[in-house]
């Protein structure tokens, strides 16, 4: 059976395994595995949310900003409750603070009391009138089911095997890619181009009709691309591309989402030099996709992307990638700091931004 006529039966399955354990992301781990395993997300408080119809708060208050073009909803203090950006489906939604870190790879640690989702449809002005928001608002809005920052931390580094009535395993610590018999420490040490279906080790039909199927070599390996897909298409169900130039929906490469017409782009690219390194990135907001120019070898292409996480604890702007100096997806040190603020090396490689 192809994976085109299974995935539903799949998808249903895995929302089902998910809904079951989505609270708190609290794992059981052998005691030796603890030191390594991930702090995936620990919710902290529980404050009393206020609902879509402005009944437990008080009055509501929605305001309409620029650059990007966006509608902000506002409690009954002025509190922002959540985000809303023009032709984007990412909607940053507040609710109770988590946790996420990653003792193994870095001491950072990013306090957050944002829930990164996807809408249905795109946002406009004037959508918060509509029945489709409002159906889904009154659904989403003080949830606790996994989220698009949940997705990520369920591949880090010592994140536990899950695997529906199937057995496929759908999340789990993840590789970025094989060996590569030609590379070295620091040079292209692990091969590219694992994508999404590589780490499920299934076959996939795209909506174009293009299928795939899984390289055994890559089996539990995502590069940097294939983890935004694994998580924001695979798993919150955000169309995808067969390639770059096929399909419609979220490319293959980095490149190709960076130059794509998706969503919103927030910080615009300019160009792909050290001079063309945005000269400011407070429009940021959790959930953006992050794009960086890393190898000189790749020429006019942006060869890296992450998600935008928020602000770690010390302040610093965070972003999770998948990379092969940790050999799979991180908000770590090794190979460069994964912050987006100051001179690091990730901060002056990158070029652009954008909210799907």
């Known amino acids: 059976m192809s994976a085109k006529k299974k995935?539903?039966?799949?998808h249903a399955l895995t929302v089902v395994a998910l809904l079951g354990g989505s609270a708190y992301l609290t794992v059981e781990l052998r005691e030796d595995e603890q030191a390594k395993a991930p702090e995936a997300q620990t919710v902290t408080d529980n404050p009393l949310l206020e609902s879509s119809t402005g009944d437990k708060?008080?009055?509501?208050?929605?305001?309409?900003?620029?650059?990007?073009?966006?509608?902000?909803?506002?409690?009954?203090k002025g509190q922002v409750l959540a985000t809303f950006t023009d032709d984007a489906r990412t909607a940053t939604l507040k609710g109770p603070g988590r946790t996420f870190a990653e003792p193994a790879n870095t001491k950072s640690r990013?306090?957050?009391?944002?829930?990164?989702?996807?809408?249905p449809e795109p946002w406009r002005k004037g959508a918060e009138r509509e029945k489709w928001f409002k159906d889904w608002f009154k659904e989403f809005y003080g949830s606790e089911e996994d989220d698009l920052f949940a997705y990520a931390f369920q591949y880090t580094q010592?994140?536990?095997?899950?695997?529906?009535?199937?057995?496929?395993?759908y999340a789990g610590d993840a590789n970025f890619g094989p060996l590569n018999p030609n590379g070295s420490e620091g040079n292209d040490l692990r091969d590219e181009l694992s994508d999404f279906f590589d780490y499920l080790g299934t076959p996939y039909t795209f909506r174009d009709g293009t299928s795939r199927r899984p390289d055994p070599?890559?089996?539990?390996?995502?590069?940097?691309?294939?983890?935004q897909r694994l998580i924001w298409g695979y798993r919150a169900r955000y169309p995808l591309m067969?390639?770059?130039?096929?399909?419609?929906?979220?490319?293959?490469?980095a490149n190709g989402m960076a130059r794509s017409k998706l969503g919103a782009d927030v910080l615009p690219l300019n160009g792909?030099?050290?001079?063309?390194?945005?000269?400011?990135?407070?429009?940021?907001?959790?959930?953006?996709?992050?794009?960086?120019?890393?190898?000189?070898?790749?020429?006019?292409?942006?060869?890296?992307?992450?998600m935008f996480m928020g602000h770690d604890t010390d302040g610093h702007m965070i972003f999770v990638s998948s990379r092969e100096e940790v050999n799979g997806p991180t908000i770590g040190d090794k190979g460069g700091t994964s912050r987006l603020d100051g001179n690091g090396y990730y901060a002056a490689t990158l070029r652009s931004a954008k909210r799907l």
């Open 7 to 10: 995935r539903p039966v799949l």
């Open 57 to 76: 708060g008080g009055a509501q208050k929605w305001e309409r900003l620029g650059h990007p073009a966006r509608s902000v909803l506002r409690g009954a």
């Open 110 to 119: 990013v306090v957050s009391d944002d829930w990164v989702r996807l809408m």
């Open 158 to 169: 010592g994140a536990p095997v899950k695997k529906d009535d199937e057995g496929v395993a």
């Open 217 to 227: 070599r890559r089996a539990r390996s995502v590069d940097c691309s294939g983890f």
């Open 242 to 253: 067969s390639s770059d130039k096929n399909g419609d929906g979220l490319p293959r490469t």
């Open 272 to 306: 792909i030099s050290p001079a063309d390194r945005p000269t400011s990135i407070d429009r940021l907001q959790p959930g953006d996709l992050v794009f960086f120019k890393l190898d000189r070898r790749t020429g006019q292409r942006l060869d890296h992307v992450g």
